[in-house]
């Protein structure tokens, strides 16, 4: 895992372009502590520039930018090929291979481009990364993401001079950055929670889409034009896999998933550092520190973050579970006041909005690993493969398919809308801001996001609608574009496919790779942490979507194959409960710890400073909040965040 930068100009890159790639690097320090590299071939108008954090092969063999054997490639990496040491293989079977000059996997991935080219090397690899490649022999720079989008990568356009680096900081630090706030990324984090790729904070910058390869060159240095391929494409992956269905019966699927996750488990342990564990108690992170364990022949290290809230607190289930799989177990404690020194330096880890509250507790379960390990392996991805969340039921019970279902769904959207016109309208035209206690503006948002469900003309376009947080973006940014999802077309367009299949493709397409993954990425790297996905590799991907819903779902449970798997290592009364996830208490911070902070970000001058929110809406939403913190925390946390985020930008 490292931190990758990049400078690109058609014409050739001035003199002072080597300082420039310079301070872009070092704003990335944290990325790679270990080594750092640069390369320039100014005439042609390249620079790539590397920041290393050994994991494998941690001689000086391994630092980048490597060239290939023969010259032609030149590659500033981040990641980690899991299957290289089976690519090496090939290519020395093939007699494909050069003289190896050390073990990492960085030289088996030029090798291998060498003989079978970018696009086709990807489509055999499994693992996590990002790339920009340098082509001397065709004047071409490549920049690829893999399949899931682990791994982050950022392009962006400063006159002709193309900027890319692993993170936004990266690219805003050049000495002559300048741009403009997206208004139509901001409302996508306020009604998402997150701004999803392609879009970021700026509008001159991009993320690269996962699975997909940019080639840039002195033609097309563009790259919101530049030719853009998938060599994974993540609906026609999901899509084969559904017409090729398991046939196989619940408990030999069991004996299948066990049987992948032995497989890919060894792989992602392979390290010359030491290795361990996140361990929230679930179901996820219990079956991956199980199996590591299985395939482990020393205590395997487990690191559980737990919260001094009880209704928040999963760290004693972890503890139990650590306790019978015989794990070298470590926990900390987060409180308020660790949140409130925490929560000002979130800007300057993620870079743009982005609202998950458990940022946090990621961040400090990976800056309590770091002191014991350097890699961690996690259980994410298990929800969205596998059916895990909560809403996936309550759009199943939503959008039956039944007359009935739809008669009910349009008489309550009808009350709502007549409610609505009747009186809350009205009473908001006349300044009238309550009524029975309720604020006016908060209530109408409310009854709008509701109704965006309930009307939606497909089961995917309304379960976009219930778990955003607010449909009505336009009423908090001013300007903004309503928003536009050709996904939820496509999705809805593919014949055949449950609800349950819907909702969780959409998930695994921008929910995990917008959210979960940018999360878990920047929390770790923060600290000099890698973070390993074992659920991700392409094999398990495609197993999970040839699942049919019977099977994962199978004793009426929610990942009922991953339950059946867990089993067979832990006993369930240690972990057979509720689902909590890693969320934190924000409404309780928000009302105790972080209030004076709200208040000064939810203030009127502080508002019109940064001039993107509607300042009587959000303030009407901050006021009905303080009265009745149930009722809206996760849309407060939400403007919260991108206030505080929007504060951090206007400063430079």
Same mark, same amino acid.
């Given at each position: 895992?490292?931190?990758?930068?990049?400078?690109?100009?058609?014409?050739?890159?001035?003199?002072?372009?080597?300082?420039?790639?310079?301070?872009?690097?070092?704003?990335?320090?944290?990325?790679?502590?270990?080594?750092?590299?640069?390369?320039?071939?100014?005439?042609?108008?390249?620079?790539?520039?590397?920041?290393?954090?050994?994991?494998?092969?941690?001689?000086?063999?391994?630092?980048?930018? $490597?060239?290939?054997?023969?010259?032609?490639?030149?590659?500033?990496?981040?990641?980690?090929?899991?299957?290289?040491?089976?690519?090496?293989?090939?290519?020395?079977?093939?007699?494909?291979?050069?003289?190896?000059?050390?073990?990492?996997?960085?030289?088996?991935?030029?090798?291998?481009?060498?003989?079978?080219?970018?696009?086709?090397?990807?489509?055999?690899?499994?693992?996590?990364?990002?790339?920009?490649?340098?082509?001397?022999?065709?004047?071409?720079?490549?920049?690829?993401?893999?399949?899931?989008?682990?791994?982050?990568?950022?392009?962006?356009?400063?006159?002709?001079?193309?900027?890319?680096?692993?993170?936004?900081?990266?690219?805003?630090?050049?000495?002559?950055?300048?741009?403009?706030?997206?208004?139509?990324?901001?409302?996508?984090?306020?009604?998402?929670?997150?701004?999803?790729?392609?879009? +970021?904070?700026?509008?001159?910058?991009?993320?690269?889409?996962?699975?997909?390869?940019?080639?840039?060159?002195?033609?097309?240095?563009?790259?919101?034009?530049?030719?853009?391929?998938?060599?994974?494409?993540?609906?026609?992956?999901?899509?084969?896999?559904?017409?090729?269905?398991?046939?196989?019966?619940?408990?030999?699927?069991?004996?299948?998933?066990?049987?992948?996750?032995?497989?890919?488990?060894?792989?992602?342990?392979?390290?010359?550092?030491?290795?361990?564990?996140?361990?929230?108690?679930?179901?996820?992170?219990?079956?991956?520190?199980?199996?590591?364990?299985?395939?482990?022949?020393?205590?395997?290290?487990?690191?559980?973050?737990?919260?001094?809230?009880?209704?928040?607190?999963?760290?004693?289930?972890?503890?139990?579970?650590?306790?019978?799989?015989?794990?070298?177990?470590?926990?900390?404690?987060?409180?308020?006041?660790?949140?409130?020194?925490?929560?000002?330096? $979130?800007?300057?880890?993620?870079?743009?909005?982005?609202?998950?509250?458990?940022?946090?507790?990621?961040?400090?379960?990976?800056?309590?690993?770091?002191?014991?390990?350097?890699?961690?392996?996690?259980?994410? !991805?298990?929800?969205?493969?596998?059916?895990?969340?909560?809403?996936?039921?309550?759009?199943?019970?939503?959008?039956?398919?039944?007359?009935?279902?739809?008669?009910?769904?349009?008489?309550?959207?009808?009350?709502?809308?007549?409610?609505?016109?009747?009186?809350?309208?009205?009473?908001?035209?006349?300044?009238?801001?309550?009524?029975?206690?309720?604020?006016? +503006?908060?209530?109408?948002?409310?009854?709008?996001?509701?109704?965006?469900?309930?009307?939606?003309?497909?089961?995917?376009?309304?379960?976009?609608?219930?778990?955003?947080?607010?449909?009505?973006?336009?009423?908090?940014?001013?300007?903004?574009?309503? !928003?536009?999802?050709?996904?939820?077309?496509?999705?809805?367009?593919?014949?055949?496919?449950?609800?349950?299949?819907?909702?969780?493709?959409?998930?695994?397409?921008?929910?995990?790779?917008?959210?979960?993954?940018?999360?878990?990425?920047? !929390?770790?790297?923060?600290?000099?942490?890698?973070?390993?996905?074992?659920?991700?590799?392409?094999?398990?991907?495609?197993?999970?979507?040839?699942?049919?819903?019977?099977?994962?779902?199978?004793?009426?449970?929610?990942?009922?194959?991953?339950?059946?798997?867990?089993?067979?290592?832990?006993?369930?009364?240690?972990?057979?409960?509720?689902?909590?996830?890693?969320?934190?208490?924000?409404?309780?911070?928000?009302?105790?710890?972080?209030?004076?902070?709200?208040?000064?970000?939810?203030?009127?001058?502080?508002?019109?400073?940064?001039?993107?929110?509607?300042?009587?809406?959000?303030?009407?939403?901050?006021?009905?909040?303080?009265?009745?913190?149930?009722?809206?925390?996760?849309?407060?946390?939400?403007?919260?965040?991108?206030?505080?985020?929007?504060?951090?930008?206007?400063?430079?």
């Amino acid at each position: 895992m490292c931190g990758i930068v990049g400078l690109f100009n058609p014409v050739s890159l001035a003199s002072d372009a080597p300082d420039a790639l310079a301070r872009m690097s070092d704003t990335i320090a944290h990325r790679g502590p270990d080594a750092k590299g640069t390369w320039f071939d100014l005439e042609r108008g390249i620079g790539l520039a590397h920041r290393r954090l050994a994991i494998i092969d941690l001689s000086e063999t391994g630092v980048q930018p $490597m060239h290939s054997a023969s010259g032609r490639f030149t590659i500033t990496f981040n990641g980690e090929i899991y299957n290289y040491g089976a690519l090496r293989k090939t290519l020395e079977d093939e007699n494909h291979a050069p003289e190896w000059r050390g073990s990492s996997d960085t030289e088996v991935l030029l090798a291998a481009i060498e003989v079978w080219g970018l696009e086709a090397t990807l489509k055999r690899v499994r693992g996590m990364f990002a790339l920009g490649l340098w082509d001397r022999k065709n004047d071409t720079l490549s920049l690829a993401r893999d399949p899931a989008g682990e791994k982050p990568l950022y392009v962006g356009r400063l006159g002709h001079t193309v900027l890319f680096g692993s993170e936004l900081k990266a690219l805003t630090a050049h000495p002559e950055w300048r741009g403009d706030i997206d208004r139509d990324a901001i409302a996508e984090c306020i009604r998402k929670g997150q701004i999803g790729a392609p879009r +970021t904070l700026w509008q001159n910058v991009r993320k690269v889409i996962p699975g997909t390869i940019l080639t840039l060159s002195h033609e097309q240095s563009d790259p919101t034009t530049a030719p853009e391929t998938s060599f994974w494409d993540a609906f026609a992956e999901a899509a084969a896999a559904r017409r090729d269905r398991f046939m196989g019966s619940p408990e030999e699927a069991v004996t299948r998933l066990d049987e992948l996750l032995r497989e890919v488990v060894s792989l992602q342990m392979a390290a010359d550092v030491p290795l361990g564990a996140f361990l929230s108690g679930g179901i996820d992170s219990s079956t991956i520190a199980a199996v590591m364990q299985a395939v482990s022949d020393r205590p395997v290290q487990s690191f559980a973050l737990g919260f001094h809230e009880k209704d928040a607190n999963e760290a004693e289930f972890a503890k139990a579970i650590a306790t019978h799989l015989g794990l070298d177990h470590h926990e900390i404690y987060l409180s308020g006041e660790d949140a409130r020194d925490l929560v000002v330096d $979130m800007p300057s880890i993620y870079d743009e909005p982005f609202t998950d509250s458990s940022q946090i507790a990621t961040y400090l379960v990976s800056r309590f690993a770091r002191e014991t390990v350097t890699v961690a392996l996690s259980g994410d !991805a298990g929800d969205e493969l596998f059916g895990g969340y909560n809403r996936y039921f309550k759009a199943q019970r939503l959008w039956d398919g039944t007359t009935t279902g739809r008669i009910k769904r349009g008489a309550e959207c009808a009350a709502l809308m007549a409610l609505d016109r009747a009186i809350l309208l009205p009473a908001e035209r006349l300044g009238v801001t309550e009524i029975l206690g309720r604020n006016v +503006t908060a209530t109408r948002l409310q009854l709008d996001r509701r109704c965006a469900t309930l009307s939606a003309a497909t089961p995917i376009s309304g379960y976009e609608a219930s778990f955003t947080g607010l449909d009505a973006t336009h009423l908090l940014v001013p300007g903004a574009a309503p !928003a536009h999802e050709p996904l939820l077309a496509q999705i809805a367009g593919e014949a055949g496919w449950s609800v349950l299949e819907q909702t969780s493709f959409l998930d695994m397409a921008r929910y995990l790779p917008d959210d979960i993954l940018v999360k878990v990425d920047r !929390a770790a790297m923060a600290v000099s942490l890698e973070t390993r996905i074992p659920m991700l590799d392409p094999e398990i991907m495609r197993f999970a979507y040839s699942l049919p819903d019977k099977i994962k779902l199978m004793g009426g449970e929610s990942k009922g194959v991953l339950r059946g798997v867990l089993e067979r290592y832990v006993p369930r009364p240690l972990w057979d409960r509720p689902k909590m996830g890693f969320g934190v208490p924000t409404a309780a911070w928000l009302r105790g710890p972080l209030f004076e902070l709200a208040s000064d970000l939810f203030s009127r001058d502080t508002l019109r400073s940064t001039g993107i929110l509607d300042e009587d809406r959000v303030i009407a939403i901050w006021e009905e909040f303080q009265k009745n913190p149930s009722l809206r925390p996760k849309i407060v946390w939400t403007l919260f965040v991108t206030q505080l985020f929007l504060v951090k930008a206007n400063a430079g």
